[in-house]
């Protein structure tokens, strides 16, 4: 269950209005790593999470914090679109490039959807959507999407300081600076956590017992000049394993040439006929087969054998 | 340029169709982290990175691997695919629990849209789309990305091998599982290169001298009993700067509370007039310095003096 | 069935074209509370109605006015957009302020994709679709949400026809304000035939016997300070059922901590075993169940007791 | 800013996991009015509020609610997600109907992306987005919204109560239904303060004074023999003005044929010439008109008489 | 303007309910190649058709025919749905086959959502957009499109006909079938009248005297081996024009090596320094050719040469 | 399997930096019919077609080729924004009226997401998704939509050509035109070696026996005064069958007038009871079938006649 409280986590005081830096920083209230992302992300992680205590309560009081996040964004926003031109200004842009300015690179939506607010939206206007969240239940996996969410978000967020020069913006973005490379740090912690209570090795692995063995330790190049060699990544030991590190031309490793099967000739698809008569969807051998069972559990159960 | 050849990368070869099984693959080709997904991503950063070289060639490599892992991918789909049930069959179904299953559980589009084909889709009929993908010009933040997306794409494919018991499909994941684990390493290993030579020291920190001090150092609690204290995300030392990581409870950091400005009238928001009269959205003030602006330009221009 | 006639439904005469007005007006076209989806919730709603006679009849006529004013707003934009900047036009924009406004904030689809006509998409670009509309079979539930489609697209018109001072245009647009005003009533007073005819006390309370009583009745704070106590929603009787409101701290109304169950160890997910093994994912007691009941259901019908 | 707490704000034990039902609860989460919409929607409208005091501490009293439902939800599923099968199972569900069902009718993506637990999806997989939720900053229109989306969210409750007999999820539900009942009144309760406070005399009529007369009080019937007449809303007098109500055919009011103007040629659009040249998109009267007033002002400035 | 009437335009009388064919019926509703898109992309070619006469008129007519298939095939699919499971059928399902197949293979919104009838979503429950619909206001590339979406649907819709023996089902979809095969041929004869009325040759060639030659007229190979050499598209002359098709080996047909600049440095991409410092995004170029054209203007203007 | 070169198929050198024009160029790149959609269609029709030889190595040369094209596209973006506008310009913009073009119509993801570089989206931002494409498994189909993909992605070409002057960018659409041209032309050889093999008339017609007879080959008309019968296609024969085509006033050709059933009572539809009571949803139908079967099914097997 959660509470508010009517302050703001930290301060959002743009000096004055601006609409088309507010139209920018969409990107990071609703975009593909804004704070919508953040604060979804975590709160799915730490409502999911199966380790209780310290694991879950950290992901839990992250994502409490980053829907304060949002919070300061939106009010943000809000701030930033005091006065945005709401009505015709045809001759007054004629002779005013600030004005054109804005007219043109304003986000309609701020007046017309919002009446001077935010969009859960990105900077082109594109809704936030459940699909840029992350929560697979396997906390290495997610940790390392986590710190990925941070470095780009932060990325964002460095860029978009540059695009304003009102103090009291560069102020909050200061403070999500700072965050953002807590953040990062914390989640690759949290890995280092996660190695010392013994859950991972630190490369995702399940099934490693299951794996090709030449494929796990080996940089295959498409490309014919490719430096790619030159790298770490294609000599000396494996991370995992210690093993060493193969460098080889790209090449097919087997003689299956893309054959698809004979149609169906219910599907009314265009075929020659090269491979024999197509199967009928008739579910055959799954009829066969369940006729089968059916028949084996039937006798077993009648005769008591079950 | 590309160029392609008859012969897959690896082998494809069902022992025999599956419509149902065929029906949850979709999600490793055409889901968040699906083939596509890592294809798109890597392709993108190849075509744009900006260091030439090792770094580029590498991930073009990566990239025109993954297009080969697609068409692996597709054509086991249209094997799996033959003879899925594409007719009427409910009296068959009646008296069989198996067709039951794949009546049920088939992905209808597999029939009536591809013909017995694969979708450009995720395991829930998902349009894969352009917003799963990673392409910032950053390569910390993108190998950061990179690691997670084949960290989460070998937990998938780790789950859908167990659903499964086809030695021919769990012979070509168990080589997909093999080259998850060698690109999680080969990032990982991308990382430590980028810091060798120099470009990173392993967090994205952009700005670092605009950030503020504290909140760079201190892990926030929003959570009566929480137990986040105890993990190595909230003691010891951060990772740069080597200073001691704070715990404290979270707590309103400014006196900031939310109030939003009066609105400009034409938008019709509802208001009491607590603030004072709106400020219309005529852009005065963007009007006011434009035009002075568009005079001092005009004079310096005439007198020759810009 | 339906048959079309030449003639608008009302005249769309704007005076002049203007391509920046052209891009706003699209969110009155494909947005979210457009014409394109009051037509087809009203259609859709129609279609599905289960009532035949003045409801069914009521719902069918107005959605096919709605056809038309997409019709006419289509048409609009066609004339809106005549001459707009197709070629490039760097050096004129260099000393045109108003050029340059035009080409920031043209919709460019409306030239690439259209050749000069609307998109059907919203003022941010994004395609209507079908998640806008509302159709659920209960009168009353989508007679709210039309009202509320109706307020939404009402006050989004009137916010754009201060956006424009072209005769013509704002012509049209006095029309259409009419329409949503009277529509939003038409839709209120559905309600109050619903109610007279006895579909409904206008409140949906369908299983009203199953819902727990206190929750039913109260406000709920979860704010320090809120003066929401003062507002008539946490204070008199209830609309329906005449009870009296009580206002409250929120707070957990039960001991439920959120914890979750071991998970199913061959989905990976990150356990520390806290909760004993996890159930894997046999479907045993569905099994179980399923095989007593097929026993059961033979011997009945093999015994023709069934 | 927010604070969590681990108590649920009520109950979520289900009996039984059931995979099957879990599959249809995701309607409740991320549904076009499941508990992410309304979580989203009331916290970005109290963010919004130009009011202070309790129409803002309302709104976000709930909105925090909300946001505990979501929690609530995304419990539940965890738990009715515990031992999903996660294998392969084509010989047992040859056999067995229950299994055959489950199996057909599981959401895959529980087991494969999330490893059993929610995901920000609907019922049928399609990822929750921004563009469900309504923030427009007026306060009827929004309210109208409002009670639209928890008499819908309602019904879908009530619908989903009756496909599961596990009696601790019902019990839960039950809790549901009784909120959405009270937030229905509560919603138009807050109307009637609205009223009372002054601010909306209940339709949503900005601009009234720019409104043409007739389509205002007019109902018109664009179907052969339609019944429409015989309801409240073609009858009796409007809701606000006090006017009669008509009732009569659809006809088009204009004589406005759907001309639209000669294209530009650079657009290659397939035109007869029939209407003369097209007008190439070069700017022109923009051009004109900026270059004039350019004119006007730079003389203005430089005269001192601006 | 339009009219409607109570009768169908062809009868949907299904002989029973069949909810699992209703589920998949939803493709020819709400698809990619359903009749909402055929409805919608026929009546916007119609609105923005600029050429007066038979053309604008046939593409209305078959617009306004789409509405009514749409109004068709969601009456049907209300009538499909008349006593779909809408309870909880756990034990049922356990001894029945066929109800578990019902139950695995149902589309739960369709109970959820909208209470027995129609969504406006594909078969995998995608909502429809607009996106799928094409209008670009160049005949010839429309009717092509309209070609292809008319022999797409009808291939689906044959599809489906076989995917049920409902004979009043069967009925409705040959009526389908009739009107995509004369649809096809309609619009192929649309595009011999636009030859014959002189407005294109049958191929978009818009700019035709800019193409380079070379291209125009090659197929190039990507591939060893490959046979593409066979067919007609690799050999005789081309359509248009009379050239001889070349048949080459693809190649790169320059130099240019995928070499990107040096970023602006405020934008924080990892770079080498290799291509000399970035250029700042300061805007440079423009803001000088801005400047100079500015001057000229002012000076034209002023001493009343322009 | 595919392999890479360094060598774009050809140059992409613009003489400039343009970031409007960079803008613009997003359709060309993520666009419903830019390059990323014909790349993805036509491999995924070559991987999956049935016809090995000529036909399957003629689409896959193709969509070898494409992804080529998209190469170049997004390495001509990388160009083309090179310098563009990265920091606060607010004071220069106040007086330049080209730097306001630039930053009113500039994509802010280009500086804030990609650093730089192009996005997988649409000229108006919103990403590519996988429901643009068409890979039906019926050829004649497919290569409808092909060439239909091609005149409307070399028509946008054109229009797009017009808007810039820079040479380098002119250089590469011209070779883009040509490919354009060609292309169509290849799509429609191959229908005529279609229909040369044998595989097809042209028209798609499966079932062609299942159609009914009149609505085969006669236009409906659904427009007073409409001179449709002016057309080809409403006179003369029929491309198939050799039959006159007929002209005639659209009309309802069944009494069926839109009843829908009573609706299950625990739907919670509104519902007047006129068609008796609904039906419940248990599936009683399924049930009783699917009993008769089981009990019909065992005894054959037990009886060993089955």
């Not at 990107?27 to 694991?55: A, H, S």
């Not at 409490?64 to 015709?88: D, F, K, Q, W, Y």
Request: charged fraction near 20%; glycine fraction near 12%.
């Amino acid at each position: 269950m959660f509470r508010h409280s009517k302050e703001l986590q930290f301060e959002v005081r743009p000096e004055r209005p601006d609409a088309l830096f507010a139209a920018k920083l969409q990107e990071l209230v609703g975009g593909q790593f804004g704070e919508m992302t953040v604060m979804m992300q975590y709160l799915w992680q730490g409502w999911n999470c199966r380790v209780p205590g310290k694991y879950k309560d950290m992901i839990l009081d992250i994502g409490t914090e980053e829907i304060g996040h949002v919070e300061m964004l939106v009010t943000m926003m809000a701030r930033l679109l005091e006065g945005a031109p709401s009505e015709t200004q045809a001759q007054a842009a004629a002779a005013n490039p600030a004005l054109a300015a804005v007219l043109g690179g304003q986000n309609v939506q701020h007046a017309i959807v919002t009446g001077g607010a935010a969009m859960p939206t990105n900077s082109q206007g594109v809704p936030w959507n459940g699909g840029y969240i992350v929560a697979s239940g396997n906390l290495l996996a997610d940790f390392r999407s986590n710190v990925a969410a941070e470095a780009q978000s932060r990325l964002q967020t460095a860029r978009v300081f540059q695009m304003t020069d009102d103090p009291g913006v560069k102020e909050t973005l200061r403070f999500n600076l700072a965050r953002d490379t807590f953040h990062q740090q914390q989640w690759l912690l949290g890995i280092e956590q996660l190695i010392e209570d013994g859950f991972t090795d630190g490369i995702e692995d399940s099934l490693a017992d299951e794996e090709k063995t030449e494929p796990g330790r080996t940089f295959y190049s498409f490309h014919e000049g490719s430096t790619a060699h030159e790298g770490r990544w294609a000599q000396g030991t494996t991370m995992i394993g210690n093993h060493e590190i193969a460098f080889e031309e790209g090449r097919p490793l087997s003689d299956d040439v893309q054959e698809v099967p004979a149609p169906d000739p219910l599907l009314f698809a265009t075929y020659d006929g090269s491979k024999g008569p197509g199967k009928p969807g008739d579910g055959t051998g799954a009829m066969v087969q369940g006729a089968e069972n059916l028949l084996h559990k039937a006798k077993e159960k009648l005769t008591g054998e079950g």
